[in-house]
């Protein structure tokens, strides 16, 4: 059973590294020194110090990060351009008054440091977590940030309206799985549509998704009955082995595949 533990009561600050703790962690992020095996030893090693949170600073955000119980969080710590490829990628399609979705956001990392990029144009970020520790730090790490161009849907997004149940895969609160339960489920389902309908949006600039093999159930009701001007110039999801449905329907809908991660996919719309 997976234990959790979430202060987002205390300031942040008050869980900032050690000395000792730096030192650890400049050496982990040594080239090579923090792939496969070697990860988890300095996870132990960080959790042996001092078990529980601990307040991240870098150049683009600031995060409470609990690095033992979440995927996401851990990549946050121990390697410093974590997902960086992704963001560049979806900042090159926000301007002025931009509209960036994050579906599956965990604790923000991709809508904080997008929506820190475009506070100063207009621009908000979307940021949609229906898993209520994950979503508890989100709330934290924006506020956290002084962020006023985000807004937070505590929801998960589907091909119905109803409810689910969420399940913890490997003990990991960044691999989640809903089981659908419109009775007695522990989220709403909602389409994607009815968020931005609610936000009030008409275009989605940039758009990032990561919710464990459901994203084709997730997005095929928005490009089915949403505007082709609504839909994403570029998007970022989730690559884990051969292409997906969802990759599929991308390309057959008029997106080109523009490279891709260790764990995730880039397309563009047109181009």
């Known amino acids: 059973m997976l234990e959790i533990d979430n202060d987002v009561s205390s300031p942040f600050g008050t869980y900032s590294l050690s000395p000792i703790q730096k030192v650890i ?8 020194l923090c792939r496969g095996w070697a990860r988890p030893t300095w996870t132990r ?4 110090l001092r078990p529980g949170a601990i307040d991240y600073v870098d150049d683009e955000g ?3 990060l609990y690095p033992t119980t979440n995927g996401p969080e851990n990549g946050i710590l121990f390697r410093k351009d974590y997902n960086f490829a992704e963001i560049n990628f979806l900042k090159a399609a926000l301007g002025s008054n931009s509209v960036f979705v ?14 820190k990029a475009i506070s100063s144009t207009g621009g908000k970020a979307i940021a949609i977590e229906p898993n209520p520790p994950t979503l508890e730090r989100l ?10 161009n985000v807004s937070i849907h ?3 997004i589907g091909d119905y309206r109803g409810s689910a149940n969420l399940k913890v895969q490997k003990e990991d609160l960044g691999s989640v799985n809903t089981e659908r339960n419109d009775e007695t489920g522990e989220v709403p389902v909602v389409p994607l549509e009815d968020i931005l309908e609610k936000e009030s949006v008409n275009q989605i600039d940039a758009l990032k998704i990561d919710i464990e093999g459901y ?6 009701p928005f490009f089915t009955h949403c505007s082709k001007k609504m839909w994403p110039k570029r998007i970022s999801i989730e690559h884990l082995g051969d292409k997906s449905d969802i990759e599929t329907l991308l390309v057959d809908i008029g997106y080109n595949f523009r490279g891709k991660t260790r764990s995730n996919a880039f397309y563009s719309l047109g181009g």
Do not use: C, H, Q
């Open 25 to 32: 962690l400049s050496i982990a992020r040594l080239p090579g």
């Open 45 to 48: 090693m960080f959790d042996w």
């Open 62 to 64: 600031i995060f409470r």
């Open 102 to 115: 994050d579906i599956g956001a965990n604790i923000g990392l991709y809508s904080i440091r997008i929506a």
């Open 139 to 148: 709330k934290f790490n924006v506020k956290a940030n002084t962020l006023d």
């Open 154 to 156: 505590a929801v998960a």
């Open 215 to 220: 994203e084709y159930r997730a997005l095929l």
